[in-house]
């Protein structure tokens, strides 16, 4: 039997693949590495449900708003993992 080319998302996030624009950048990363692909998803994902945002949200942020948000992000991510 062949196997399909195409990528499958986790289930929990695949929902953000609904977007065209999120589908359209995780099917050119996947064509070169499918388990970046899968990466790059679970981070938005994850980054969004942290922040309690939807996609729509998240886009309509100024960039100084959303460069505080990112840094803010980055921070409490890295006093997660110190020392670890």
Avoid: W
Wanted: charged share 30%.
């Amino acid at each position: 039997m062949r196997q399909s080319k195409k990528p499958r998302p986790r289930a929990k996030y695949g929902y953000l693949l609904e977007d065209k624009n999120v589908r359209r950048r995780y099917e050119s990363i996947a064509r070169g590495c499918p388990a970046a692909a899968e990466i790059y998803l679970r981070s938005l994902g994850n980054f969004c449900e942290t922040n309690q945002l939807t996609l729509r949200r998240l886009a309509s942020k100024r960039p100084t708003a959303l460069e505080n948000l990112l840094v803010d992000y980055v921070s409490a991510a890295q006093g997660k993992h110190a020392g670890s």
